[in-house]
């Protein structure tokens, strides 16, 4: 075997161990982004459950609380759009003839 293919074999093994400390680290960094992830759902959830039960709410009180909190929200833009849309005239009188053209 050559001199020659010998550095090219060498440099192809360095190469393909490079990818796979690449891909070993992102494999850890993705484990431990999921790891943290699941951790804070876990932390919310046990959040969640605590606060309702020391206010005394049962799961339908909170399904209540939820759709009562997307009504406002639902309100709130309704709103929004009325304020932006103000003082525009969009119904019929908008597609009458003016009385100055014929």
Do not use: C
Not at 9 to 22: C, I, N, P, S, Y
Not at 23 to 35: F, G, H, K, N, S
Not at 72 to 80: D, V
Not at 92 to 99: C, D, G, M, T
């Amino acid at each position: 075997m050559s001199t020659q293919a010998i550095a090219t074999a060498k440099e192809v093994f360095d190469l393909l161990r490079d990818d796979l400390t690449a891909i070993e680290t992102e494999l850890v960094r993705d484990a431990v982004e999921a790891r943290l992830s699941r951790a804070e759902w876990r932390k919310t959830l046990e959040f969640g459950e605590r606060n309702a039960r020391e206010r005394g709410l049962t799961l339908e009180d909170v399904a209540a609380e939820i759709a009562a909190a997307r009504a406002r929200t639902r309100q709130i833009k309704r709103a929004a759009r009325h304020r932006r849309y103000e003082g525009h005239h969009f119904g019929p009188e908008l597609f009458r003839q003016s009385p100055t053209r014929p």
